[in-house]
């Protein structure tokens, strides 16, 4: 039978978790010191007057090759639960875990050949 009192714990943990950012947020812009001026809207280098253009564009090849490390670093520890309980799991699992390889291998063969993998 599906019992609502089960689940106090949980609604009560939801709440305080939505409260308390919430409240700090609150909280930070009440107690904040509002100070306008031509110091407060200058970009601040080390104390030293900033030279040129803040705005730099960055190649997307950084953001590429970031990309490719995390989703395959990421989906790497998929892996570990597989590899942890393969005795338990049988045969299936592991041709599973082969495809998902297979998978993650056609995406990096991808990637380098798209050139997400060089970094100059």
């Not at 947020?25 to 030279?51: D, H, N, Q, R, T």
């Not at 599973?96 to 993650?104: H, M, S």
């Not at 056609?106 to 990637?111: E, N, Q, T």
């Amino acid at each position: 039978m599906f019992l609502l009192y089960e689940y106090d714990i949980f609604w009560a943990f939801l709440i305080i978790s939505s409260l308390i950012p919430i409240l700090a947020f609150l909280i930070s812009g009440v107690l904040a010191p509002i100070s306008k001026g031509p110091k407060k809207l200058s970009s601040y280098e080390s104390g030293i007057e900033p030279m040129g253009d803040a705005w730099l564009q960055f190649r997307i090849r950084y953001y590429m090759f970031a990309l490719v490390f995390v989703v395959f670093d990421v989906e790497m520890v998929f892996l570990y639960p597989w590899a942890m309980s393969f005795d338990v799991l049988g045969v299936s699992v592991f041709i599973e875990a082969f495809i998902f390889v297979l998978i993650l291998i056609v995406g990096l063969v991808y990637a380098w050949r798209k050139g997400a993998l060089e970094w100059s």
